[in-house]
Structure formats: structure tokens, C-alpha cells
């Protein structure tokens, strides 16, 4: 009985803290957004600036996100299978992005790229824009969402050990090929559940993007941006209309996770 | 095809894992590698498999220097203790994917998948997964899918070791029966003398690293090379300044020449033996090993004084 009332006592105290902290916010967005109807939030969310903002937030998670994947595979086999010098700390700067604030980010950026930065000067005499440009965007988004696949896959690498790559080796496969047939789909599931997490951070990425974008409208803005630049200019129908359809965006993240998260256990 | 092992060493930081060991292994033959657990055998294995590398030495296959060679450019077979299923293939594709990786035909892989389904009797269960197969299963499989590219040579790490006894020695038997169908020279390792002695042509004993000894189970048994064969193949125990095996004691009556008084404690009935246990004048155990006929016939009782005589005792230079 005693059990069941404790356990009854925790459930009560994590579902109250999730409705204040998460559901409340949330509702209140949906609610402010629909109060005037339908048409107010789909006019907002049609202006050629916000449907830019959109495609542009598109655009960079859809060069960040393969990058991210690729290195996150990339870096997880390195730490996995592979003995080098360096290796914890490869392992520990992995988590740095995690870490370190976004806009610190930015700075770095802004340092390395600016006018009078390391890369900046050279880069301008040859005529190439990296600063309030896509480049500085997607490298900050790549940045900031660097971890995830590589901590998704680190674990299972290391779970399902190397035996069934050496038997493939055994039976005639080059490296390739034990890749393609025999680790990636031994990984398959943390994998995408990398991307997913990836593919949200990437669309909700704001403070990095904040400092190098400049904010230029209908031209470095993204989707988030988008947002606080309606709400600075006191068009809160518009403010609301993107934060919900971001929203429904992440939603949409969290139901793919926990349809994938079950298979991923019995797997 | 051969397989000849040249002066290979090999360390793992400041452990010598195996001390300048050569080996001849016959074409066609199967070979055990005996030896403890630690004592360098399985590391021969992976090294003529080349999914390790030899600090030093050669490993010949066929007459041909494969010591640099790629495991997959050594066209051998390997079995894991753990049996290393692919686990999101079923049986049939785990088996084909030896073929599948050489980019054979689909008629003809299909042909040799079900051959060797047969061969290794799980003909209704190519569409499992390897997960709702038995460990039985799962290294017969396991062997199907090593055979299936047509290997030179099959190498075996302890592939009966993670099964229960009563299995472990269905398969031991039934490995025996096809190596003979298969003909394929034949590797295996094990820390299991009877499983040694039962199944191979020939015995290779490893211990701390180094080779003790070469030679077909009776030559292992009858000739013991080393104070480490002759206790780690059969039992052995010293008498006197020599070693002697159970059943090589005699019991007299009289003392008589190069005999130890002992006297009897235990006899025990062990169906056709009888173990009779003996405390020398030191209270050092004796154990005699004999039939109960000769038992029988000896007219021995417990407390009863005796003098043991050991035949094919064997005095070793390193004893002590």
C-alpha cells in the first residue's frame, strides 16, 4: 500500500512540474494564438517574410543535419573502435557545444569571421560574404548541434562490441562494405533518434544564430529570429502564429521519439 | 591447404602473450590448440586469421606469406565463442553473406545457402532471426555461414565454450563427422583436454605463451614432453621423484623395488573402476585408479598397508 501511494506521490509531483513548466507556456501560446480565429494566425504566418524566415530555417537544418550525421558516426567509430592520442579529449570537446552558451558561440564566431578576424580579411578580398550571410548561420547551427548523434551512437556502438565486424572481415567484407551491412544497421535506431534531436536543435536554434545572422529581414532571418522580431514590433497575432507552428514542429520531434524508442529497446 | 606458423610473438603492453611459436598445421587435418585460459591460444587464431597482428613472425597459408594480408584477403573461416550473429539478418542471409559480399550470383547463392542448411541440419529455420535460435543453433549456424565462402582453412575460437555440457558434446561429435565430410583443414581452440583429445588428429599444447608440445592425443598422453603435459593432458601426480599417472600404480603386498608404503583410505566404485585413495607415511594423497576386477581380485581393505609401484613414470628436468 505504501508502495503504491509513494509511487502515486511521484507520479502527482512530475506531471505537476511538467504542467507548469512545459504544457502551461504552451497552452497559453495556442490559446493567445487562436483567440481571434483562424485567419489573424494563417495571415501572419503567410507574409513573405515569415514564409522566408521558414524556408531559410529550413534550408540550414538541411545542410547542418547530413554534416552533423556524418561527423557524429564519424567521431562515435573513432571513439568506439579506435586507440589514438587525444581520444578523451576528442571525447570530452564533443560535449563542449552542450556546454557552452550559443551566444558565446556567436562571439567566436563574429572573432573568426569579422572584418578584422582571422579568417575575416582574407575571405572578404576574395569577395566571400561569412558574416551576416548563410555560411556564419550554418556554421553556428552545425555547432550547436554537434553532440547528439555521436552521444546517441557511442553507446550502442560500444553495447553491440566488435565481434560482428571482425566475423564480417572473416567472411570477405572490406571495411565498406562491414559498414554498410553490419554497423550501420546494428546502429540503425540510435542513429535516427540522433537526427531526430539533431534536426530539432537545429530548427530552434536561436543565440548563435542571433549574433552572426544580423538579423536582416527577409534575408538572414530564421524562424526563431522571425519571432522575436514580430514581438519587439508589438505584433504579438504573428509572434504567436510562428511559435506555434515551431511548436507543432517540435510535437511532431516528440512523437517520432517515442514511436522510436520501443523498437529501439527490443531491437 | 597448410597453414605453417613462423617465430610469432606477440605482446599486449608488458604481457607476452605468445613467445616465438611455430607450428606446422597438415593440409586436412583437425588441430587443437590445448591450453589454459590466458595461455596465448586464442591469440594464434586471431593472428592466422589476421584479426590480430604479430609483432614478429610469419603466418603461412598454403605456402603463401599472409602475414600482412587483410582478413578478408585470407579466404579463412572463423568461428566465434559468442557466435557473432549478425543479428538483424535471418539464418539464410547471415549465411549467404559471405557470397553476397563476393557479389555471386542469386541462383547460386540461394543453392549453397540451402546446401549448408542442410549440412548443418536447420533446414526449417533460414527466416529466424538468431535471437529465437538455441546456442546450439546459433553456432551451427555460425559454422554454416564460415563454410559458406568455401574456406582454405576454418579456424574455431572455443566455439562449444558458452554451451551446456550435454550440447557441447553433441557438437564436439558431430563437428568430427563433418570434418570428415568437409575435409577442411581445421583449427580449433579449446581449454577442454577431453575435447581436445576426443575430436583432433593432432594436439597443439600452449602454456604461458609458448608451444610445450605437438603431437597426435596418444603421443601427448604416452609421451609427455613437459611436467605441464603430462598434468594438463589426462591426470598425473607425483610419487617419489617421478610422475605417474592413476592407473599406471601397481599395489603389492610386499614391499618390492622402487615401491611407497602407503596405506589405504577410500575406495570408491566409479561403474567399471575402482578409485582407491592412499596416504603415503607422510600423509601425502596417493590416487590409483584400477578395474574392479583387478580390485576384486587383490583382496585389498580400507587401512589396509600397501606398496605402490608406479609403471611409465616420467621424471621431468624442470619438476620441482
Known amino acids: ?267 | 591447404m597448410s597453414i605453417l606458423v613462423r617465430n610469432v610473438s606477440k605482446r599486449f603492453g608488458e604481457f607476452v602473450a605468445l613467445d616465438d611459436i611455430s607450428l606446422d598445421v597438415e593440409s586436412g587435418a583437425l588441430t587443437a590448440l590445448l591450453g589454459p585460459s590466458g595461455s596465448g591460444k586464442s591469440t594464434l587464431l586471431r593472428i592466422i586469421a589476421g584479426l590480430e597482428e604479430a609483432d614478429n613472425g610469419e603466418i603461412l597459408l598454403g605456402g603463401k606469406d599472409a602475414t600482412a594480408l587483410a582478413p578478408q584477403k585470407r579466404n579463412v573461416g572463423f568461428v566465434f565463442q559468442h557466435y557473432a550473429a549478425f543479428k538483424h539478418m535471418t539464418v539464410r542471409d547471415n549465411i549467404a553473406f559471405g557470397l553476397k559480399v563476393r557479389k555471386r550470383p542469386k541462383a547460386e547463392i540461394a543453392e549453397r545457402v540451402d546446401e549448408l542448411l542442410n549440412l548443418v541440419q536447420l533446414q526449417s529455420f533460414g527466416h529466424r532471426y538468431p535471437a529465437q535460435l538455441s546456442g546450439g543453433q546459433r553456432q551451427r549456424m555460425g559454422l554454416a555461414r564460415a563454410l559458406a565462402p568455401e574456406p582454405q582453412v576454418l579456424l574455431l575460437d572455443e566455439p562449444f565454450g558458452a554451451l551446456d555440457a550435454r550440447v557441447r558434446a553433441e557438437l564436439r561429435e558431430w563437428l568430427r563427422q563433418l570434418h570428415d565430410v568437409v575435409h577442411v583443414t581445421t583449427v580449433f581452440v579449446t581449454h577442454d583436454q577431453d575435447e581436445a583429445m576426443e575430436i583432433s588428429d593432432q594436439i597443439a599444447v600452449i602454456n604461458h605463451g609458448r608451444l610445450e608440445q605437438v603431437g597426435s592425443p596418444r603421443e601427448l598422453y604416452d609421451e609427455p614432453a613437459s611436467e605441464f603435459v603430462m598434468t594438463f593432458v589426462g591426470d598425473a601426480q607425483p610419487l617419489g621423484d617421478s610422475l605417474v599417472r592413476p592407473h599406471d600404480i601397481e599395489l603389492l603386498h610386499e614391499p618390492a623395488e622402487r615401491t611407497v608404503e602407503a596405506m589405504i583410505v577410500r575406495v570408491t566404485f566409479l561403474g567399471r573402476d575402482a578409485k582407491v585413495e592412499l596416504h603415503d607415511t607422510s600423509g601425502a594423497e596417493i590416487l590409483v585408479l584400477m578395474t574392479r576386477d583387478q580390485f576384486d581380485e587383490s583382496g585389498f581393505w580400507r587401512g589396509q598397508t600397501v606398496w605402490a609401484q608406479p609403471h611409465r613414470e616420467r621424471v621431468f628436468a624442470e619438476a620441482g
Open chain 1, 1 to 267: 500500500m505504501k508502495g503504491v501511494l509513494s509511487r502515486l506521490g511521484l507520479r502527482t509531483i512530475a506531471l505537476l512540474y511538467l504542467a507548469v513548466i512545459l504544457v502551461g507556456p504552451l497552452a497559453v501560446v495556442f490559446w493567445r494564438t487562436f483567440e481571434d480565429g483562424v485567419a489573424p494566425a494563417w495571415d501572419a504566418l503567410t507574409t513573405p517574410e515569415t514564409i522566408h524566415a521558414f524556408k531559410l530555417t529550413l534550408i540550414i537544418t538541411a545542410i547542418a543535419v547530413p554534416v552533423n550525421t556524418v561527423f557524429g558516426i564519424v567521431c562515435a567509430l573513432a571513439i568506439v573502435r579506435k586507440r589514438f592520442r587525444g581520444k578523451g579529449l576528442l571525447n570530452a570537446f564533443i560535449d563542449l557545444p552542450l556546454a557552452l552558451s550559443p551566444v558565446v558561440v556567436g562571439l567566436a564566431l563574429f572573432l573568426l569571421y569579422g572584418e578584422n578576424g582571422w579568417f575575416g580579411g582574407w575571405l572578404n578580398e576574395h569577395g566571400i560574404q561569412v558574416l551576416f550571410a548563410l555560411p556564419s548561420m550554418v556554421i553556428a547551427t552545425i555547432f550547436v548541434s554537434l553532440p547528439f548523434v555521436a552521444r546517441e551512437v557511442v553507446p550502442t556502438l560500444r553495447e553491440i562490441g566488435d565481434e560482428q565486424e571482425q566475423a564480417a572481415r572473416t567472411l570477405g567484407a572490406n571495411g565498406w562494405q562491414t559498414f554498410w551491412r553490419i554497423t550501420l544497421p546494428s546502429i540503425r535506431w540510435a542513429l535516427i533518434y540522433g537526427v531526430i534531436l539533431t534536426t530539432a536543435r537545429c530548427l530552434g536554434e536561436y543565440g548563435a544564430v542571433a549574433v552572426v545572422s544580423g538579423r536582416l529581414q527577409g534575408q538572414t532571418e530564421t524562424a526563431t529570429l522571425r519571432v522575436q522580431e514580430r514581438y519587439e514590433a508589438f505584433d504579438l497575432a504573428g509572434a504567436y502564429a510562428i511559435s506555434i507552428l515551431l511548436a507543432l514542429v517540435a510535437i511532431l520531434v516528440l512523437v517520432a521519439m517515442t514511436v522510436i524508442r520501443p523498437k529501439e529497446e527490443t531491437a
